[in-house]
């Protein structure tokens, strides 16, 4: 048969275009799957005592406690005392023994608010040296 290569042909670009299109779709899949999520990625640094600093990824759930400058497990109420709840992404002071508890006033912080809020990417609070910021994935 005489018109027997050209189907070849035809054969072999389809099969080239096939591949192709598998390669795009295993790239998508692929980018889908390995892209930060969002609202998930991002970290907050809490600062404390002596220049010690603490990291909790901002999608963990945790409480911390600090209390005279360290970071305890559990919060009594005594001494200087700050609790910092970390949960969905945010950071806030919970509760706090400083006078006016202006840091507990200061709301929740999270890659959203960190743009609009008068503090930008911080919770601070100053009489008892305690800072939380945020950075997030790309800094
Ligand atoms: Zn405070």
Sequence with gaps: MEHEPKKNRIRINLLLALGALLFAAATIVLWFLLRPK???GGSFVIRYGNGETLTVPADET???VIRDGKLVDEATGEGDENVIRIENGSAR???ANCR???CVQQGVLNAETAVTRPLGAWIICAPHRVYIEYVG???
């Design 38 to 40: 969002p609202g998930a």
């Design 62 to 64: 945790r409480t911390v």
């Design 93 to 95: 002071m919970e509760r």
């Design 100 to 102: 006016h508890e202006d």
């Design 137 to 139: 994935d790309g800094a």
